[in-house]
């Protein structure tokens, strides 16, 4: 059974870093491509970063290109979000998802996804 396990949340202040992890288990992780979404209270999900994956070519979202970095470590079955001078609206529960598809950028072309992790930026 496929599990993605998020972790690395947490709460902090506008203008510090923080880097969420993804476990990866249960199906060759180096099948699927990764990414993150983020979840606001009282809004709709949003594509965060994605990565491809064998040949790590990325997307971001506009709100966080320049700020966030994504990653993968094929060999810890591993993905990861670093996250510079985040802000409070970057607060939000963060989830890992990934598919077996072409990298898309599309929030529902995903279909495999974990339990999330919260964040939280104070101002």
């Known amino acids: 059974q496929v599990q993605l396990v998020e972790s690395g949340g947490g709460l902090v202040q506008a203008g510090d870093s923080l880097t969420l992890s993804c476990a990866f288990s249960?199906?060759?992780?180096?099948?699927?491509?990764m990414g993150w979404f983020r979840q606001a209270p009282g809004k709709e999900r949003d594509i965060v970063a994605v990565?491809?994956?064998?040949?790590?070519?990325?997307g971001y979202a506009a709100s966080v290109k320049g700020r966030f970095t994504i990653f993968r470590d094929n060999a810890k079955n591993t993905v990861y979000l670093l996250m510079n001078s985040l802000k409070t609206e970057d607060t939000a529960v963060y989830y890992c998802?990934?598919?077996?598809?072409?990298?898309?950028?599309?929030?529902?072309?995903?279909?495999?996804w974990g339990q999330g992790t919260q964040v939280t930026v104070s101002s």
């Open positions: 249960g199906r060759t992780f180096t099948n699927y491509n």
């Open positions: 990565i491809s994956l064998r040949d790590g070519r990325t």
């Open positions: 998802e990934g598919r077996m598809g072409a990298l898309s950028m599309r929030l529902y072309d995903y279909d495999l």
